[in-house]
């Protein structure tokens, strides 16, 4: 069974930083986990993801988000800058190969942070 926590949602304005943190407990690792968001109204889509031998990215976020990891602790962080409004939504961790989440699903998923961009 693998659990994921995440942490570090909240309200920012707009051109401002947030840095989401996802601790995973269970017979996993950091390969393959990543980061999912879903804006009011819209579909799921993936945001970044550590894959096996590469690192995605959406297209949306390609130089503003960067995904890291600490391996020791087993937590994947997603640190956001220059965030705009069009990036509020609930960004879910996610643990799931990159076939899977390019497919929108993954094995496992977090319960969810919410976060808020303000003009």
């Known amino acids: 069974q693998v659990q994921l926590v995440e942490s570090g949602g909240g309200l920012v304005q707009a051109g401002g930083s947030l840095r989401l943190s996802c601790a995973a407990s269970?017979?996993?690792?950091?390969?393959?986990m990543g980061w999912f968001r879903q804006a009011p109204g819209k579909e799921r889509e993936i945001v970044a993801h550590?894959?096996?031998?590469?690192?995605f990215y959406a297209e949306s976020v390609q130089g503003r988000f960067t995904i890291s990891r600490d391996s020791a602790k087993n937590t994947v962080y997603l640190q956001m800058n220059s965030l705009k409004p069009e990036d509020t939504a609930i960004y879910y961790c996610?643990?799931?190969?990159?076939?899977?989440?390019?497919?929108?699903?993954?094995?496992?998923w977090g319960q969810g942070t919410q976060v808020t961009v303000s003009s």
């Open positions: 996610a643990v799931g190969s990159r076939s899977q989440v390019m497919s929108n699903s993954a094995d496992y």
């Open positions: 269970g017979r996993t690792s950091t390969r393959n």
């Open positions: 550590f894959g096996l031998t590469s690192t």
